[in-house]
């Protein structure tokens, strides 16, 4: 369900540049902070890189990119 919202001019700039150099849209890179953010509240014991992580990992899975880890 889309839904407007309003959020400061200064997110807005920050996301419009970090949106550039990862190649997503504007919403997906509030949406991308959104999932990070609500991970780590969730998770405060793990670091921004595990997330990271954790959240490829999920979309893999949902794209059938799955493969056998290969443990050492």
Known sequence: MAMAIRISDELVG???KHS???HR???GQIEHWARIGKCSE???DLT???IKEILV???EL???EKTEYQFG
């Open 14 to 16: 920050e996301a419009k």
């Open 57 to 59: 990992g999920i979309e």
């Open 48 to 50: 921004y890189g595990l």
């Open 62 to 64: 949902d794209q059938n």
């Open 42 to 44: 969730e998770n405060s």
């Open 20 to 22: 550039k150099i990862d």
């Open 25 to 27: 849209s504007l919403t």
